[in-house]
């Protein structure tokens, strides 16, 4: 069965800071690998996808990702981190399973910016 | 554009009522999917409709709850004898399908009393 693990609940960063929100996954076949953001009262919005090509992809509000396959990692970067990054961030795979490929969500790690 | 819509924003009900939720996707969009967060915590997969194709419903906690979506367009999840335990947030997302990004609603916050 597909996984994904987001092994910090909260992530602290000063402003200015580089942030890293780490995220893990199991999938049988190629992962498909998503992150998504959800400001305070405010619904998801998509952030950046891995399919194929390049590790490194870049995404929305100068965030990007890094595929590490060996190490079945995807963790989300940002170079300079603003308060307004402030937020709930989701990482998810879709793979096959069951005869279904859908998409599952970690259980989310919340991002603090602080001035 | 038109996102994906929502209806009720808010609904409070009692123990043991049903309630309708309900889905407007984007127009075109093949997939449509439920999902329910609580308190802010992480997304549960509940069901995931791709096309004419079966729905995946393995993510549905109990026989309380059912979904269908008509003419490939506007979905409905039901919760039958409601618990306190369904009070959630219950998101719908729509997408082009295959790896296209997944568009939720601002979602239905559902309390049980």
């Known amino acids: 069965a597909q996984s994904v693990a987001q092994p910090e609940d909260q992530v602290n960063v000063a402003e200015g800071n580089p942030l890293t929100v780490k995220c893990t996954y199991s999938?049988?076949?190629?992962?498909?690998l998503f992150w998504y953001v959800q400001y305070p009262n405010r619904g998801l919005q998509f952030l950046l996808k891995?399919?194929?090509?390049?590790?490194l992809v870049k995404g929305s509000y100068g965030f990007e990702a890094e595929f590490n396959k060996s190490q079945t990692s995807f963790h989300l970067k940002k170079p300079s981190a603003l308060v307004s990054d402030s937020a709930l961030y989701f990482c998810a795979v879709r793979g096959f399973s069951g005869g279904y490929n859908k998409l599952i969500f970690g259980a989310g790690t919340r991002l603090a910016v602080h001035p | 554009g038109a996102g994906v819509s929502q209806s009720p924003s808010n609904k409070v009900t009692e123990k043991g009522k049903d309630v309708e939720l309900r889905c407007d996707p984007i127009s075109g969009h093949t997939a449509l999917y439920w999902y329910r967060q609580s308190l802010g915590q992480g997304l549960e997969f509940l069901i995931y409709?791709?096309?004419?194709?079966?729905?995946?419903k393995s993510g549905l906690p109990s026989d309380r709850f059912s979904a269908e979506r008509t003419g490939g367009s506007v979905s409905t999840l039901t919760i039958q004898r409601t618990q306190q335990e369904d009070s959630a947030v219950y998101l719908c997302?729509?997408?082009?399908?295959?790896?296209?990004?997944?568009?939720f609603g601002n979602g239905t916050r559902l309390t049980v009393t």
């Open positions: 999938v049988s076949g190629n992962p498909y």
């Open positions: 409709f791709q096309g004419n194709s079966a729905p995946d």
């Open positions: 997302a729509s997408s082009l399908g295959g790896y296209s990004p997944l568009h």
């Open positions: 891995y399919i194929t090509g390049d590790n």
